[in-house]
T-cell receptor, first 114, second 117 residues
Framework: GAVVSQHPSWVICKSGTSVKIECRSL??????MFWYRQFPKQSLMLMAT?????????EQGVEKDKFLINHASLTLSTLTVTSAHPEDSSFYIC??????????FGSGTRLTVV | AQTVTQSQPEMSVQEAETVTLSCTYD???????LFWYKQPPSRQMILVIR??????QNATENRFSVNFQKAAKSFSLKISDSQLGDTAMYFC??????????????FGKGTHLIIQP
């Protein structure tokens, strides 16, 4: 079956620094990748949609300058949280889509900003 | 915009019992997909079952089945012979069918299902 690898699984960073999260589809090419955010005991909220080689589409209310998304290849998308602050602490999950497997999720990244 | 509503924040049943989780949605789309995902404590999202709106037949996957009522915009999940490993958060999700591309998923708030031994 399809596997999506997401790294790191957890990260602690200092306020004001940037953090990069990687999302890779290991055995298939993902036409589209998605980034979600999940607060404790809450649902997943779609942040942005990215297609290989084009600019990401951000959901309303998501700061595109704070959450930089790069989709350089059909198997790799990255989310960079710039100038992170404590309110950015959350669980971030990526998902890759393709016509065969549908939506496959990464295992998530727990970000803590101190 | 579409919305997904799960009205049961938490449910608890005994092992081996049958449990039904409810989900309603609102959309103006005529063709779309509906999903149930399981999120155990590991927080890995696991697909339980998927339903395509144009298919009238309800989807089934082993102990899991859905009751899809398109006119009522209802999509409930039935778990038969529940097992301890079924304990998890369950999310109902929606995406419109967009032809060649893919749209993100809209999730409900989730139902925390607890299977008691």
């Amino acid at each position: 079956g399809a596997v999506v690898s997401q790294h790191p699984s957890w990260v602690i960073c200092k306020s004001g620094t940037s953090v990069k999260i990687e999302c890779r589809s290991l055995d298939f090419q993902a036409t589209t990748m998605f980034w979600y955010r999940q607060f404790p005991k809450q649902s997943l909220m779609l942040m942005a949609t990215s297609n290989e080689g084009s600019k990401a589409t951000y959901e309303q209310g998501v700061e595109k300058d704070k959450f930089l998304i790069n989709h350089a290849s059909l198997t790799l998308s990255t989310l960079t949280v710039t100038s992170a602050h404590p309110e950015d602490s959350s669980f971030y999950i990526c998902s890759a889509a393709d016509s065969r497997y549908g939506y496959t999720f990464g295992s998530g990244t727990r970000l803590t900003v101190v | 915009a579409q919305t997904v509503t799960q009205s049961q924040p938490e449910m608890s049943v005994q092992e081996a019992e049958t449990v039904t989780l409810s989900c309603t949605y609102d959309t103006s789309e005529s063709n779309y997909y509906l999903f149930w995902y399981k999120q155990p404590p590991s927080r890995q999202m696991i697909l339980v079952i998927r339903q395509e709106a144009y298919k009238q037949q309800n989807a089934t996957e082993n102990r899991f089945s859905v009751n899809f009522q398109k006119a009522a915009k209802s999509f409930s999940l039935k778990i038969s012979d529940s097992q301890l490993g079924d304990t998890a958060m369950y999310f109902c999700a929606f995406t419109p069918y967009s032809g060649g591309g893919a749209d993100g998923l809209t999730f409900g708030k989730g139902t925390h299902l607890i299977i008691q031994p």
